[in-house]
């Protein structure tokens, strides 16, 4: 699968989900996005992406506290050649459900099925942990990460009015994990 070439110059780059190692390493290849588990080493570059993908990103204390909490899991998307991340996404398990935290990609990467990826990843560890549903919230104005969610078949549970700090509602989504 292809991502869309973005406004850099650079080659088209191929997607690949690579077996889980869960040692959050550098392993891509030239040429491969690489969908990995996030390590301490990546808090600066889901840092930088965080910032550039949401008007009021998480600040840096939240970042390092999910990714240090126990419960917290991060899914990376590892450029090619040591370049660094082009996505991330926080979940984490309570009881037999998994809960999508944060999800960004990098503005020049985006529509390239990177996000799509990266929940799939998430989708499969919880899958391989038992996991039976998978939970979310998206604000009701934000039409890009609906219908990612949405082609991925999460349906919608409910509305949250002004859930978030800006007065948006949350559209709350989910959808099955097992089978
Ligand atoms: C939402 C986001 C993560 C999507 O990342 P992405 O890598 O571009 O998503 P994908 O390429 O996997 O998109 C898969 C599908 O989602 C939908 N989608 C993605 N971006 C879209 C957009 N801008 N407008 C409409 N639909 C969109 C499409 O159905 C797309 O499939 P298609 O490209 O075949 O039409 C990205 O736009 C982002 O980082 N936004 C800022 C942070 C954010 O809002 N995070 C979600 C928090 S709940």
Redesign the pocket.
């Known amino acids: 699968m292809q991502a869309r070439e973005h406004g850099t110059g650079l080659n088209a780059v191929n997607l690949r989900v690579f077996a889980r190692s869960g040692k959050g390493v550098d392993m891509a290849a030239d040429g491969e996005i690489v969908i990995r588990t996030a390590c301490r080493a990546d808090f600066a570059e889901i840092a930088r992406i965080e910032r550039l993908?949401?008007p009021a990103p998480w600040p840096d204390r939240i970042i390092r506290q999910s990714m240090d909490g126990a419960s917290c899991r991060c899914a990376a998307a590892q450029k090619p050649a040591g370049a660094g991340l082009a996505?991330f996404c926080f979940y984490r398990y309570l009881g037999t459900d998994m809960e999508?935290d944060?999800?960004?990609?990098e503005?020049a990467?985006?529509?390239?099925?990177?996000?799509?990826?990266l929940m799939e990843y998430a989708l499969d560890c919880g899958r391989g942990a038992g996991i039976v549903r998978c939970l979310?919230?998206?604000?009701a104005t934000?039409?890009?990460?609906l219908?990612?969610y949405?082609?991925l078949g999460f349906t919608d549970d409910g509305i949250r009015r002004n859930y978030y700090a800006d007065g948006e509602h949350a559209i709350l989504m989910s959808r099955n994990v097992s089978g």
Do not use: C, E, M, Q
Request: hydrophobic share 40%.
């Open positions: 993908s949401r996505g999508i944060d999800l960004a990609v503005p990467f985006r529509r390239g099925k990177i996000a799509t990826r979310l919230d998206v604000g934000n039409g890009a990460a219908g990612l949405r082609k």
